[in-house]
């Protein structure tokens, strides 16, 4: 239950940043903090159960059938990443506190921060793939949101829409990787993959699992070559690049890389794809950060750099390696943030993020410089900082690789070479922002020291990174124990967290990138030149480029299946049944089974004829509209015929209900149209059209012949068993509908009133030009409503309610039912407003179709949610036997309240619709033209 609160909490507390808003700033603030703190001191509580190597699991099932159910897991890798979510949140939170201009809704803000807050949480604290599944792809929303924040800006927009189209892409991959795993494993459980690794590896589609689950994790952890998208997410506001960073977004592929290093590694496909991955990752971004002029552009390049260095580390595939790259998690988040939050402040209070325009900045702003020249120290690895210690793990670990044969040098070498880059970046941000002479065209001048409590945050993580650096065994280490061994799934190798291993190849690898990297930055000209005259490549511009061309090719694919013409879906659609019936049809060797086919009587046989033969007497005439139509009628009552023949009453009484409506509706349509069809169809299309009809009538008869001369078990049985025990009716297509399978009854008629309202609103104030004269001139009756019509009309009308409630109220156990009765009281209805007209029928029935269709959807949702206040499962029936004065022994069953629902959606939904193509027959006026 506390970790389902955990990750509720931030959730729930959406709404308090909207409502505190208007109490100020600081109260706004401080009701966005309230959840996450909570949640925070939740999760602290659970920390010496977690450090003592305890796996807290708590499972409620959801899905069970698809193997999705809420499971959430707690270990020491989970704890790592909730407290830096949690903790670096609460920072982020204080810190956009005062960042935010006035104009900004702060409250909105807030918002959607707790809301990509709680995403990351699901994220790393699921035990089941498939519900970690969706927390991914809320981070990915979540964070498109935040970084087009400041939608008014172009920049903001675009880096808002790259983001979310390159990890919304990678997030399918994944969800095809995960779908492969749990099909191999048999479970979504993590605790069952993880147990499984030598089975995945083993399995033959390991190498496809892998790599599409990399795919996920590359493009959201900015990999190359995904890293594009991260850079042009620095249009965000500062808080939520420092957020997205150091403890989010980015670092959720890296969560997933340790989540399923058991299961995924210890073979050359993970360490080839990983590691070189990582390693080119860890080249390019630590070469492009060097040469930014936008000082976050410059950090978002490093934490590509340094995402990558993290991926290299699992891709190395060795234990102590796995140790490496979660102790750099650590250390990253903390001098990652922090140097976020300084370049915010900088550029909060100078106006500019342009490092040609920032210098000398120690002058004016000395204790932001101390902070940031801490942190970036930290970045470059400088000792007694934790960043050195993890770097030096990190070159230790490149030099015990041995996958490479001849080449093992390269890995450290690049190693190194990424290094001296870092150093060179970190001390450009240094040199050029805080000294380099005197700041110039800046929009803000003299620029000063921000709010106090505005660098709070920064100087609590600049703390963190010089204690980590110089007791880290005091500090670090059982957080990094803890993490490290839920990463391993095992025992953890030995490794020391001691500042001082004495003179080895780390070391002199640390001190070559270290003087390296000052040598680089001294001789930085000559590069720029060098930089400067590569050609000119616009990630933003080019995908850009891209998705215009993708629109547009799904466009052309578009126009060509959806062009208008019902022919051609109905041609796409024929054409791909008989592919997949011939498919299907094809490994059989015979087409004939061992069961003899039903004897054909001479009344069947009849209607078989008579079916077809008003079949193709419809297509024939099917240019003359009205002939068409009566010959279409016929088929559907030979159809109803059929059913009642096959001792299926309910559903010959709903096909002859159906049938008269679907006429009635054609018949108020064809009012509008020419009675003959134009000749459109050319002989060849013509040719197609028989071809493809004949074909797939073929195939399909031939399907049927091969189905009902082969054994098959029905699920009828079951119903016919269950119906009486079960539903309390003996109309076992009535306790379908109304019980076994009432969701879908319940979704049914929920379609059915949303259409109506639908084509309401289409019809709602046209008025089309009725005919005054058919084809050969003459003129139509003046008489609208003929008196023997209207006679009748009138006295049909209560006998069909009657019959209406007597076939509603026998439903439940005989051939019946609030469907068909619903239909019968339609039909009966719109007879009124046929012989009498639309103004006539409504000022007699003044209840409102639209409220009788919701009434109808909401009675049936109530009677389902009902059957939850007594412990059975949604729309289960009650029913029992009551004896009643005068009448006798009856039963009651509260299907009938289903039912009462389903007829009520059905009489106002098809009188919406059906009375309504009334109105478009009446002129401006009002006036009756039919």
């Excluded at 340790?258 to 794809?273: E, G, N, Q, T």
């Excluded at 009205?626 to 559907?636: D, I, K, T």
């Excluded at 050969?776 to 609208?784: A, F, I, K, P």
Aim: aromatic share 10%; charged share 10%.
């Amino acid at each position: 239950m506390v970790l389902a609160l955990i990750i509720a909490l931030p959730f729930l507390g959406l709404i308090l940043p909207v409502l505190a808003d208007r109490f100020g700033r600081l109260a706004c603030a401080l009701a966005t903090a309230i959840a996450p703190l909570t949640a925070l001191i939740l999760l602290l509580m659970q920390q010496p159960r977690v450090f003592a190597g305890e796996v807290l699991r708590v499972q409620y099932e959801w899905l069970p059938q698809l193997g999705l159910n809420l499971s959430l897991r707690l270990d020491g890798l989970g704890f790592l990443f909730a407290l830096l979510i949690l903790g670096i949140g609460l920072l982020v939170i204080l810190y956009a506190r005062y960042y935010l201009s006035k104009r900004d809704s702060m409250g909105q803000f807030f918002s959607f921060l707790l809301l990509f807050m709680g995403a990351m949480l699901g994220v790393v604290l699921s035990e089941n793939l498939l519900l970690m599944m969706v927390f991914w792809e809320l981070t990915s929303l979540s964070s498109f949101l935040l970084i087009g924040f400041w939608g008014w800006r172009s920049e903001a927009r675009k880096g808002a829409r790259m983001a979310l189209t390159v990890t919304g892409g990678g997030g399918l991959a994944l969800l095809a990787g995960i779908l492969l795993i749990g099909n191999i494993v048999g479970s979504f459980e993590l605790t069952d993959v993880l147990a499984s690794g030598d089975l995945i590896r083993a399995h033959a589609l390991y190498p496809l699992a892998l790599i599409l689950v990399l795919l996920g994790v590359f493009t959201k952890s900015a990999q190359f070559p995904f890293h594009f998208w991260l850079p042009h997410a620095m249009a965000a506001p500062t808080p939520v690049s420092a957020y997205l960073h150091s403890a989010t977004m980015v670092k959720a592929g890296v969560f997933l890389l340790a989540r399923l290093y058991p299961a995924l590694a210890d073979s050359d496909w993970w360490f080839y794809l990983v590691s070189l991955t990582g390693l080119t990752t860890l080249l390019v971004g630590a070469c492009m950060a060097l040469f930014q002029h936008d000082l976050k552009g410059l950090l978002a390049y490093s934490t590509i750099s340094h995402l990558g260095l993290i991926t290299l580390l699992f891709g190395l595939d060795t234990r102590l390696a796995a140790v490496a790259a979660v102790f750099h998690i650590i250390n990253h988040a903390t001098f990652k943030a922090s140097l976020f939050m300084a370049a915010g402040i900088i550029d909060h209070e100078t106006g500019s993020r342009d490092m040609r325009k920032l210098a000398g900045l120690w002058r004016y702003m000395p204790h932001t410089a101390v902070l940031a020249m801490v942190a970036a120290s930290a970045m470059a690895g400088v000792p007694l900082l934790n960043g050195f210690l993890s770097k030096e793990m990190f070159f230790g670990e490149t030099l015990n690789q041995h996958l490479f044969g001849s080449f093992n040098w390269v890995i450290p070498a690049v190693a190194t070479l990424a290094g001296v880059f870092a150093v060179a970046y970190s001390l450009r941000f240094i040199h050029d922002v805080f000294f380099n002479g005197e700041p110039h065209d800046l929009p803000k001048y003299p620029p000063h020291e921000p709010p106090r409590y505005m660098k709070v945050p920064v100087e609590i993580l600049v703390f963190l990174c010089l204690l980590v650096g110089v007791v880290p065994a005091y500090t670090v280490a059982p957080l990094l124990a803890s993490a490290a061994g839920a990463t391993l799934g095992g025992e953890l190798p030995e490794y020391s967290l001691a500042i001082w291993h004495g003179f080895n190849l780390p070391l002199l690898m640390s001190f070559i990138a270290l003087f390296g990297g000052i040598a680089v930055y001294v001789l930085r000209k000559p590069l720029f030149q060098w930089y400067e005259g590569l050609p000119t490549v616009d990630a933003k511009l080019v995908f850009d480029n891209a998705l215009v061309g993708l629109i547009k090719l799904a466009r052309r694919f578009t126009g060509l299946l959806e062009n208008g013409s019902l022919q051609s879906y109905l041609g796409w659609m024929l054409g791909a049944t008989l592919l997949l019936l011939i498919v299907a049809l094809s490994p059989l060797q015979n087409l004939t089974g061992s069961v003899e086919l039903t004897p054909l009587d001479g009344i069947t046989a009849l209607g078989m004829v008579l079916l077809m033969g008003s079949a193709l007497l419809t297509v024939y005439f099917h240019r003359r509209r009205l002939v068409a139509l009566m010959l279409l009628s016929l088929a559907g009552l030979m159809v109803a015929l059929a059913f009642a023949r096959f001792s299926a009453p309910d559903l010959a009484l709903t096909q002859v209900s159906v049938e008269v409506v679907t006429i009635i509706l054609l018949m108020l349509t064809l009012y509008f149209m020419p009675d003959r069809t134009p000749v459109e169809s050319s002989s060849l299309r013509a040719l197609r059209d028989f071809t493809l009809a004949g074909g797939v009538g073929a195939v399909v008869a031939m399907l049927a012949y091969a189905v009902l001369t082969r054994p098959y078990q029905s699920i009828s049985s079951f119903f016919l068993d269950n119906s009486v025990s079960g539903g309390g009716g003996t109309n076992v297509v009535n306790v379908i509908l109304v019980d076994f399978r009432g969701f879908d009854t319940l979704g049914e008629i929920t379609v059915l009133a949303i259409a109506a309202i639908g084509i309401y609103a289409l019809l709602y104030g046209l008025h089309l030009p009725h005919p005054t004269h058919d084809k050969n001139g003459r003129l139509w009756s003046t008489d609208s409503h003929p008196m023997i019509l209207d006679n009748l009309a009138r006295a049909l009308l209560p006998l069909a309610l009657l019959i209406a409630v007597f076939i509603f109220i026998r439903g439940h156990n005989l051939p019946g039912g609030g469907f068909i009765a619903g239909l019968i009281t339609a039909v009966a209805l719109i007879l009124q407003y046929i012989s009498h007209g639309v103004t006539w029928t409504q000022q007699r029935l003044r209840f409102s179709y639209h409220s009788m269709a919701g009434w109808g959807v909401l009675i049936a949702a109530f009677t389902g949610l009902g059957s939850w206040a007594f412990g059975v499962p949604f729309l289960t029936s009650a029913f029992d036997h009551f004896h009643i004065p005068l009448i006798g022994e009856i039963e009651l069953a509260t299907a009938i309240l289903f039912d009462l629902g389903v007829y009520l959606a059905v009489v106002g939904a098809t009188l919406l619709i059906l009375s309504n193509l009334g109105h478009v027959g009446q002129d401006e006026s009002c006036k009756e033209v039919i």
